[in-house]
């Protein structure tokens, strides 16, 4: 066992810090000002350094590295804000990755290269009214006709939901009760029959967009089946990786918390002395540096662990359960020790803490990830319905 990344693993890093830091910091101000996600030309910056393909094999058009190389990457992205980050949270573990494991070649040949290179994105929609935590409620129908498939129902909270250019929609494909019936379909943007909400106000998550989606009677073509009815297991699967960027997403606003008032509690002097004399401020650093190397490790032995496929939905849980939950705690006490300059909205510390807070709800509850974990840890599966 060894807990120190490789020589390359360390320049990935680098690389990746440096652009963050000298080039997003002004981008993610007017992210957050104007509500509107990084530009398409930023995109395809990312493309061209790389860091949209990091963990896709070399023929679909990325670097062919592993889960680690990307999680690295998308935290120092992440550190930065959410919605500078949220481009590389979708190509790396995304939904484009359910395409890249189990759509048809043709699917995947069309898709996944123009994902790597900036030319698509692709967002998720599987949640609905009635279905959020109980997601094996949802009721968005798909029929099979020829080479035809034709949807109707209404998908809700889709990040980038009237922005990405194709959505992977979870869906039933037949009339089976419960898990039995989903599968997940492929729609594009332009497909007849799919319109969008507004744009949802929520509390952080500014710069990554926010809609409903509606299908009625929205035809694609029979190619676009990512995953057929009795598929749910596998998609699951597919959602452990994202899980780990879920997680990812979190510690980095723990991670860039931490790093910023690391320096300001050194600059800032009350009493006559800096913050970080002050014994109860480094109590606070103390706890702050263990939950976020806690996450961090947890994070990583979950991608670690699966390098050659996905991550066990007993670590991908544990990560991130862990991590939404301390990136929580840490944005709070790297806001407090900030005072009314943390509070300022001048600052990018109030918006971690906002972001934090939807990291634990997005991708599945806290309190849902308890209940994975106990049943993996009980070799059991706690029917919620009973
Ligand atoms: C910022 C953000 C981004 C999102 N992005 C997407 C997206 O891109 N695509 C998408 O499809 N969805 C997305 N979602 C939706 C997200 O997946 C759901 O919000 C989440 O699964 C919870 O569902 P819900 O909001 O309906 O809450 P509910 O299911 O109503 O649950 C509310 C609360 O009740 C508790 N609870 C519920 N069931 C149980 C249980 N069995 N045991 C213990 N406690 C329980 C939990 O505390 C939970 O937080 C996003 C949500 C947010 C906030």
């Not at 500078?84 to 040949?109: C, N, T, W, Y």
């Not at 009721?139 to 109707?152: H, K, Q, S, Y």
């Not at 510690?251 to 014994?279: H, M, N, T, W």
């Not at 947890?298 to 939950?325: Q, T």
Request: with cysteine; proline share 4%; hydrophobic share 45%.
């Amino acid at each position: 066992m060894d807990f120190r990344l490789t020589d390359e693993q360390r320049e990935l890093q680098q690389a990746a810090r440096a652009f963050a830091r000298a080039e997003l910091r002004p981008i993610a101000e007017v992210l957050e000002r104007d509500n509107v996600p990084p530009s398409r030309d930023l995109v395809k910056r990312y493309a061209e350094m790389g860091f949209l393909g990091v963990n896709v094999p070399e023929a679909l058009g990325g670097l062919g590295l592993g889960n680690v190389e990307a999680l690295i990457v998308l935290e120092e992205f992440a550190k930065i804000s959410s919605a500078v980050a949220f481009p590389i949270f979708e190509s790396m573990v995304g939904p484009v990755r359910a395409i890249e494991h189990f759509g048809s070649d043709s699917l995947k040949q069309r898709i996944v290269p123009k994902v790597c290179s900036g030319e698509m994105i692709v967002a998720v929609a599987m949640s609905e009214p009635e279905a959020g935590s109980a997601l094996t409620d949802l009721r968005t129908r798909a029929v099979v006709d020829g080479e035809r498939v034709t949807l109707n129902g209404t998908k809700r909270w889709c990040s980038g939901g009237g922005h990405a250019d194709a959505y992977v929609v979870y869906c039933r494909l037949n009339d089976d009760p419960g898990a039995s019936a989903i599968g997940a379909v492929l729609v594009e943007k332009g497909a007849s029959g799919l319109s969008f909400g507004p744009n949802e106000s929520l509390m952080g998550f500014r710069g990554i967009p926010s809609a409903d989606l509606n299908f009625d009677d929205c035809v694609v073509p029979l190619d676009n089946v990512i995953v057929p009815a009795g598929g749910f297991k596998k998609l699951m699967e597919a959602f452990d990786l994202e899980r780990c960027g879920n997680a990812t997403m979190a510690l980095g606003q723990a991670s860039g918390a931490l790093e910023d008032v690391i320096a300001y509690v050194q600059e800032r002097k009350q009493f006559g002395k800096p913050l970080a004399e002050f014994q109860a401020v480094q109590m606070k650093l103390a706890d702050m540096q263990m939950k976020v190397e806690a996450a961090r490790l947890l994070i990583w032995r979950a991608a670690a662990n699966a390098e050659s496929g996905l991550p066990s939905v007993l670590d991908s849980s544990v990560g991130k359960c862990f991590a939404n939950s301390i990136a929580r705690e840490v944005t709070g006490d790297a806001l407090q020790l900030m005072g009314a300059y943390g509070y300022s909205r001048e600052f990018p510390m109030e918006r971690r803490l906002r972001d934090s807070w939807g990291w634990g709800i997005a991708g599945g509850a806290i309190d849902i990830q308890k209940v994975n974990i106990a049943g993996a840890m009980l070799g059991r599966r706690f029917d919620q319905r009973r």
